[in-house]
């Protein structure tokens, strides 16, 4: 299951860590780094239904855009 999850765990540490250098009005730390991790995940299980299968690079691509569309979103742009 962590090995599933990894990617999004680790995408989400990333820009985690980006937000925490610039105040965010939307939620705090803790709250961002649950929306990331769960739009990752999200988007991990879509592919895997999707698909049928895990490691498609497509559904690496997508978690990347996903993930980033929410960080930006939390900063409050």
Request: hydrophobic share 60%; net charge positive.
């Amino acid at each position: 299951m962590i090995g599933f999850l990894f990617p999004a765990l680790a995408v989400a540490v990333v820009l985690w860590l980006a937000l925490r250098t610039r105040a965010s009005p939307r939620l705090r730390p803790l709250g961002q780094a649950l929306v990331l991790v769960g739009v990752g995940a999200a988007v991990l299980l879509a592919g895997l239904f999707v698909f049928g299968r895990d490691g498609k690079m497509l559904t690496y691509a997508a978690l990347v855009l996903a993930q980033g569309t929410a960080g930006w979103w939390l900063r409050g742009r």
